[in-house]
Each structure stands twice: as structure tokens, then as C-alpha cells.
């Protein structure tokens, strides 16, 4: 499953996404189309996870121009955004399933227009997965809005936080260091 991954049939990945593009943005699915990504992830067939895919324009971010103004630093029109779209994604589908957290997303694919992503959520209220040795974790309060806060795999990734360096103050965050990080 891995290896037809590695080079997916573009003809029809090409079609699948012509139809997600007609679609909504955000939809819950029946069960993930990368089945061993999710599982290498944390998803299990079982009540309590849930599996949404979402759709994010691609091409960075326009600052509108100014009409009136000194046009020394307002000139520019591009706004770098300081998170990665996979993270964007987890956060905007958070938002639209406010009982449910984030527990880990991948890519499915992208065109010119979009990136795919498929996020799985977790049900805490569950009690199937409050009994579940392995995932109980994420029923605990501290655990609460983790994409939110930048707990997630995507978003400490795009925190810098995977490695430890002592050029790049990252630790305990970039608010602490007055974002002169990122």
C-alpha cells in the first residue's frame, strides 16, 4: 500500500480531484483514502475516530496595497505566513468540529489551485476511547485544543520544534523570544 503511494496513478488522482475541487471545502469521510498513513498515525476503525478532509488554496498570502500611506515598508503585498498549510488545514477543521480534537493529519494531494489533506479527530467523549489504553491520553484536559496551541505533529514541525539547535531560539516558544525565530 506504501510502495503505490510513493507513485500514485496521476490519471486517477486527476479525477478524484476534479471532484473534491466541486465539493465542499471540508468533508467528513467514511474511512481514509490513505489507509496505511492513518494507521501509522493513530487512526483505528473504530467508534470515536473520525476522518475529514480538507481543501486549502495554495500561492502564499496578498497583503492588500495600501491606497493612502507612507510607502516605504506598506509596499509589499506579500504576507509570509509563519505556519504551514497542513497546520492551517488541522486548525480550520478543528474549528468546524468543535467537539472533537485533532489527533494527526498527512497530504493526499495537491493541483494547481489546492493541497488535500485528510485530518484524524478524535471523539474524547467516547467511551470507547476513554477504555483504550493506547489513545485515553487525549481525553485528559490538558489535552484540549492541542492543534490550537500548537501541539499537534504538523505544528511543532512548522514551530521548528523537531530539533534542539543553540542558533535558533526556539524553546519555550517564539512568543517568548518576541518572534524573532520565524
Known sequence: MRQAWRKPDKATLRNRMIGWRT???IVKIDKPLRIDRARALGYKAKKG???ARI???RGGRKRPNPVKARKSRKQSNKLVLKMSY????EQRVQRKFKNL????SYNIGKDGIYYFYEVILVDPERPEIK??????WITKKQNKNRVLRGLTSAAKKSRGMRTKTRNLKVRPSLNA???RGK
Do not use: K, S
Open 86 to 89: 497542513q497546520w492551517v488545514a
Open 23 to 25: 465539493g465542499d471545502t
Open 177 to 179: 523570544w518576541h518572534h
Open 49 to 51: 475516530f473520525v476522518v
Open 101 to 104: 480534537e485533532v489527533l494527526n
Open 131 to 136: 477504555n483504550d489504553p493506547v489513545i485515553n
Open 55 to 57: 481543501r486549502i488554496l
